[in-house]
């Protein structure tokens, strides 16, 4: 995330007296002087001598901690929790279901993987469930959190353009968080219960993600998201990461009972994670108490990229003849069905597959999306480089940004084909597979914002719940595939080679339909009416000179 400044304090009287009329001068100008003071202050506080060719920042960064920080911060540690939440099953269903042996009809010594114990071949050790869970029912349990996920991201994002980001995406979290504690006694009463808690706590997140993208839409302009997205949205793969690798350990541990504390730890963080949101977070610029006058100088400057206080009536028509919306929607289908198959399944096929137990099951399933984060983060620099140097347009970053996500997974679910019982190489496949999607948050996970940044959250309520059909579509069409074979290679690769098709096809619809310009239908009803009034107005009194 953004490197908190280290603020050292000096004397009240020591700053009095170091501060010169110039600087008093400054803070009397306009808005360039305003931001320039802030600068200025900024040095005060970190106890060196203001310097008197202090240029102003053109981007309202001349403080020490800006508002957006603030956002940004918060909503990486939310959807840390929000993931760890949605993840922690695919973990602890290992301990609680078991793993399950190879059926006699496919257990042959090509179609399976031996487990070895240095140089002496062993019989695979079966981890003992808690639970009688046949592997379909598995399936209905990991893709059940999409049933409900999917019924509200339209919800949630039409709401939060009302009622606003903060009090939606705040509220989904932290109702997650509790039902999340009830999860065990859920299980323990039956399977129906238990599936239904999932079902709620789907409900509960669906309204989220759609409401934070229409915070972003509002605090941040088009030039910063290639940067800031990846930081903020790395709080998904950090949650994942945390989850997995402390879920194996908490599974594996008597604490609390061992599965049922992976559900009792996530949601009582949940929880804590709600206190600060609530405090610190406000909806738009202007509503903040304490924004400094630079950075609201600068947002408002940025008012015709970024989402203005006046709801949008959906224009429907519109918004379904648009090729970038249909981009998104293309996306939204291949990139999650493939992303979704491998966030619920890796814990499976590296148990059932490769033989790790609980535990290095977790830690493994984890490294992926460690690479994720890591290059996410990285990616989304690089190209704020490249693009404030001038050498790539927005839609240059979003398309290659894109390709780099989507195809790259395809070309290695391909190569996954082929590694066979190499543990090792199964691990740097997926390592690549799942961590060159960090690109996709500097790519196609901004397209909404960039082209009808009022309606954010209404699009990515759209596109989002295409995503969550796939969150349940992909469990249950990989259960279907390997049921009765989870130990079987054969089965696996038929999933690979599934999930690369999506991958490979929605990747090149996207790349030929994709923009980076806010649509026409971005602007409220009469707003663009109005504009090409002023146009045509304008023309003719230029041609009227002319004559």
């Given at each position: ?8 304090r ?18 009397t ?39 957006r ?11 840390a ?21 190879v ?20 019989e ?9 869970w ?70 509960s ?6 409401a ?7 605090w ?27 879920g ?90 493939g ?14 597959i ?38 790539l347009?927005?839609?240059a ?6 390709a780099?996500?989507?195809y ?12 066979d ?9 997926l ?43 992909a ?14 290679l ?18 090149t ?18 707003a ?20």
């Amino acid at each position: 995330m953004v490197d908190t400044q280290l603020q050292s304090r000096i004397p009240a009287v020591s700053l009095a007296s170091r501060e010169s009329a110039d600087l008093r001068a400054f803070k009397t100008q306009g808005s360039s002087g305003s931001t320039m003071a802030s600068q200025l202050d900024c040095e005060h506080e970190e106890g060196r001598t203001p310097r008197r060719d202090a240029k102003p920042e053109a981007e309202g960064k001349g403080d020490c901690w800006a508002a957006r920080y603030t956002l940004a911060l918060l909503g990486f540690l939310g959807l840390a929790v929000e993931y760890s939440l949605r993840v922690n099953l695919s973990i602890a269903i290992v301990a609680m279901a078991g793993t399950s042996e190879v059926s006699v009809a496919t257990n042959s010594s090509l179609d399976i993987c031996p487990r070895y114990e240095g140089d002496a071949q062993i019989e695979r050790k079966l981890i003992e469930g808690e639970f009688d869970w046949d592997e379909q029912t598995q399936g209905i349990m990991l893709g059940s959190f999409f049933y409900g996920y999917t019924a509200t991201n339209f919800l949630g994002g039409r709401a939060a353009e009302y009622l606003g980001g903060r009090l939606v995406f705040g509220l989904g979290t932290v109702i997650s968080a509790l039902i999340s504690l009830l999860s065990p006694l859920c299980a323990r009463l039956c399977k129906e219960l238990f599936i239904a808690s999932r079902v709620l706590m789907g409900i509960s997140q669906g309204v989220t993600i759609p409401a934070f993208f229409s915070l972003m839409a509002t605090w941040f302009p088009p030039e910063e998201r290639a940067k800031f997205g990846p930081l903020i949205k790395g709080g998904m793969q950090v949650g994942t990461v945390v989850a997995m690798t402390a879920g194996g350990y908490l599974s594996a541990s008597s604490f609390l009972g061992g599965w049922p504390s992976v559900f009792y730890v996530f949601g009582t963080v949940g929880l804590a994670w709600g206190i600060p949101w609530f405090l610190l977070v406000h909806d738009r610029p202007e509503h903040h108490p304490s924004i400094s006058r630079a950075e609201l100088e600068y947002l408002q400057a940025n008012k015709e990229t970024v989402k203005g206080a006046e709801v949008v009536s959906i224009p429907w028509k519109a918004i379904f003849t648009s090729p970038p919306v249909w981009a998104c929607i293309f996306i939204a289908w291949g990139g999650s069905f493939g992303f979704q198959t491998l966030l619920s399944e890796i814990p499976t096929y590296l148990a059932n597959i490769q033989h790790f137990d609980v535990k290095q099951s977790g830690i493994m399933s984890a490294v992926p999306y460690l690479c994720l984060w890591l290059f996410g983060v990285g990616w989304g620099f690089c190209v704020d480089r490249l693009f404030s140097a001038g050498l790539l347009s927005i839609v240059a970053v979003r398309r290659i940004s894109t390709a780099l996500a989507h195809y790259g997974p395809a070309v290695a679910l391909v190569v996954m084909c082929f590694v066979d019982c190499n543990s090792t190489l199964a691990m740097i496949v997926l390592c690549i597979a799942v961590g060159v999607c960090g690109s996709a948050y500097s790519g196609n996970a901004l397209t909404e914002q960039d082209i009808a940044p009022n309606l954010a959250g209404t699009l990515v309520g759209i596109t989002n719940t295409i995503s969550a059909v796939m969150g349940f579509v992909a469990p249950s069409v990989t259960g279907a595939i390997t049921q009765g074979r989870q130990g079987s290679l054969g089965a696996w690769r038929t999933v690979f080679a599934v999930c690369a098709a999506n991958y490979a096809v929605t990747t090149t619809l996207y790349l030929l339909t994709v923009s980076a310009e806010v649509q026409s239908w971005n602007k409220p009803d009469g707003a663009q009416e109005a504009e090409n009034e002023n146009k045509r107005k304008k023309e003719e009194g230029n041609s009227s000179r002319n004559t």
